[in-house]
């Protein structure tokens, strides 16, 4: 390593300007960022499952268009993401490999199961909303990839989290059955939600590093504090109780004290143990195989219409020209 390199580098952290894809970076510091983009990225592809199980359940047509395009969205967050990786010098495919055989991981949220219509509303109400408050300082971060993604993906979050607080104040304005469906689906999210935010500082193996390097802006606690300050007033307006008996306001700290998730349960989930971890898996290794034949269609489409530029701008005639619509289908 060079050290006027290393100094060029460490300059660009401190005044909070961005590294770019050809500037030299410490190895370590791509890896970090290739594990966190990436876990980030399948987090987002694998967080369509749990609420496209209810697009075809949607109660009316407009929850169903509104939801069809909340879950295309997270298709796209994970597109911007893997084409941000991809910057760091590893290819998509090989990042889905390691996804697939359990080389990387995804949010633990996502393996606990959809069971009822208002999950849709917790979901996006606590669980994008969780993102949201991970997600904005990362459009800060010292990697520019990185935080340009985040800019549009975090302006499509704040919708999400707006959909699922309307689905919950709707139900919360409905019958008795439908407030109750509301509580249930609050009292089973607000807890893996809160873990979401990962293990405590005192214990984060990564933090320490991230935030010297500017690619996390504040810590898990921190992190987990905002959301908790921001989600009570919400829940008041929503009619909603929290299920965690220990929540109170702090009037001297100016914060809303509250009972840590539990981190056994959250390391056991992360480890595979969760409710849904094997399903999830399963069905992303699927769609995967099913997916191989447009894979190989769009690579050999792409040597054909390099092979034609070739034989244009050389004047010899080249392969013929591929019809529009393949035979067998027209
Ligand atoms: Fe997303
Ligand atoms: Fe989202």
Known sequence: MDSAEQEAFEATIAADSTIEPRDWMPEEYRRTLIRQIAQH???????????????GRAPTLARKAILLAKVQDEAGHGLYLYAAAETLGVSRDDL???????R???SSI???PTLTWADVGAIGWLVDGAAIVNQVPLCRCSYGPYARA?????KEESFHQRQGFDILYTLTRGTDEQRAMAQDAVDRWWYPSLAMFGPPDAISTHTERSMAWRIKRFSNDHLRQKFVDMIVPQAEVLGVRLPDPALRFNAKTGHWEFTPPDYDELFAVISGR???NRQRLTHRRTAYEEGAWVREAAVA?????AARAASQSSGTAGPPRAPAVPDEVA
């Open 96 to 102: 889905e490999r390691r996804l697939l055989d359990g």
């Open 301 to 305: 489409y792409a040597a054909k219409a």
């Open 104 to 106: 990387q991981k995804y």
């Open 41 to 55: 990225a399948h987090s987002e592809i694998i967080g369509m499952q749990p609420e496209g199980n209810w697009i």
């Open 150 to 154: 985040m800019i549009r993906i975090c």
């Open 274 to 276: 969760g409710p849904a």
């Open 110 to 112: 996502f393996n606990y």
